[in-house]
């Protein structure tokens, strides 16, 4: 069975995002960075990396997460970090990819990588 780009179907108590992060970092050293500045510990739940990837037109690689328990908390760990590092994140709507810029592409004219 093929995976789908995680993002694309929803999953009851689990949100999906795509973040700006150095491909050098990986998930792990993102997850200790978002955790350690994150402003308030979430109640329960946590952070995978969803082993994904969306390259927009310019070139920027967001990579795919997703987390599950306390969204809002997690949520607002997340946000908080890509303004402190002043980096972008995006979320999956349908056919396109929505960034916290205010951009906003078709997945079509993306490169999606699902490993």
Known sequence: MERT???TTG??????LYVEYPSAWGFR?????IARICPSVPKDGGII????S??????????GISYNGDLAGWRRCIM?????REVRWGKIDG????LSSGECYS?????????
């Open 54 to 63: 969306i390259v927009l037109p310019d070139g920027l690689h967001l990579h």
């Open 80 to 84: 908080h970090w890509c303004k402190v």
């Open 107 to 115: 997945l079509d004219h993306c490169k999606c990588d699902i490993r």
């Open 95 to 98: 056919t396109q990819v929505l």
């Open 11 to 16: 999953v009851e108590g689990r949100e999906f």
């Open 29 to 33: 050293k993102a997850f200790f960075e």
């Open 49 to 52: 990396t969803e082993e994904s």
């Open 5 to 7: 780009l995680p993002g």
